[in-house]
């Protein structure tokens, strides 16, 4: 091992919690820092796209990662001069293999081996746990796309149930277009199926009570690779199995459900062309049924949310 001191507050805390063997208190450091990545000078540089630097080891690949640039320097012993910098939960929306692992700080006394397993549950945890976590706060919000063509069925029908994928509104409450938001979530594929013929999307929104019932969708495209995940979910590609939508570019966290109430007063917003929201419609719990609203101007529509008691959005 070469000879090797924590450069900074972060290094010294990961490494107290290293050598007291506190594997929580190491997966909680490392999800909120920053990692740096080797790469090569052509990559740099630009000449040629990034590649992850990997190494194999027990039968397995692990991708190469380190806490700080000094001590990627120190744990290559100077043979790794550029990096590129990012963080576990991008690098976990956008995981290259389910079967890969990753080694932080290898060839260093600070060597961290994780499991794609474990990175999936670190990177994007169960909503039952990350309330857990933060007892008192407000249940999240979430969103599904809606077809046009289901909305009116969607409104004929005294039914609240609702099944399939889900993503946190607060991952994309920056985006205003429907096209940037559907590519956002992996589905530019399906544009034609959730844009209606003037340009704007339609989304479910409603809040997530009982997190129980939202579940992080590990897994993979094959049972290999939902094993490798120690997943329950097996999708045709681009899914991801890693709790994030199908796209490596974003950072959008998703959740499957499977046959949920919806809790009074969720809603359906319409996203237009030229990124103006408006509340299209209110599910009344105590009637059991969809109220229509009329489109407001957004100055309107806020006052009425207010009076509502409401503002979802």
Not at 32 to 53: H, K, M, V
Not at 85 to 96: D, H, K, R
Not at 186 to 208: H, K, M, N, T, Y
Request: aromatic share 8%.
């Amino acid at each position: 091992m070469p000879t090797w001191e924590p450069t900074g507050p972060f290094e010294e805390q990961l490494w107290a919690a290293y050598r007291a063997q506190n594997s929580g208190a190491c997966l909680a450091l490392l999800r909120t820092t920053e990692l740096a990545l080797p790469i090569s000078a052509e990559g740099a540089a630009g000449i040629e796209a990034p590649r992850w630097a990997t190494a194999a080891r027990e039968d397995r690949t692990w991708l190469l990662a380190y806490t700080s640039v000094e001590s990627m320097g120190a744990g290559t012993d100077g043979q790794a001069i550029h990096c590129r910098i990012t963080s576990l939960v991008e690098m976990a929306a956008g995981w290259p293999d389910p079967q890969w692992g990753l080694a932080v700080n290898p060839g260093l006394p600070m060597q961290i081996l994780l499991e794609p397993r474990t990175i999936a549950r670190v990177a994007a945890p169960d909503m039952a746990l990350e309330q857990l976590a933060s007892p008192g706060q407000s249940p999240p919000l979430v969103q599904k796309p809606l077809p046009p063509a289901a909305m009116s069925g969607l409104f004929a029908r005294r039914d609240n149930r609702v099944s399939g994928y889900v993503h946190l509104l607060a991952d994309v409450k920056h985006i205003g277009s429907p096209n940037v938001l559907l590519d956002a979530l992996g589905r530019s594929q399906d544009e034609r199926e959730l844009i209606d013929d003037d340009g704007s999307v339609f989304l479910l929104r409603w809040p997530a009570i009982g997190p129980a019932l939202y579940r992080s969708p590990y897994g993979g495209t094959t049972e290999v690779s939902r094993a490798a995940m120690d997943g329950w979910v097996i999708e045709e590609p681009p899914f991801v199995g890693t709790g994030f939508v199908p796209n490596v570019d974003q950072v959008i966290r998703e959740f499957k459900v499977d046959g949920i109430g919806l809790p009074h007063r969720s809603e359906v917003v319409e996203i237009t062309i030229e990124g103006s929201e408006s509340r299209r419609a209110v599910w009344d719990g105590d009637r059991g049924t969809w109220m229509l609203a009329v489109p407001l101007p957004p100055e309107e529509d806020r006052d009425t949310r207010a009076f509502l008691g409401g503002d979802f959005g």
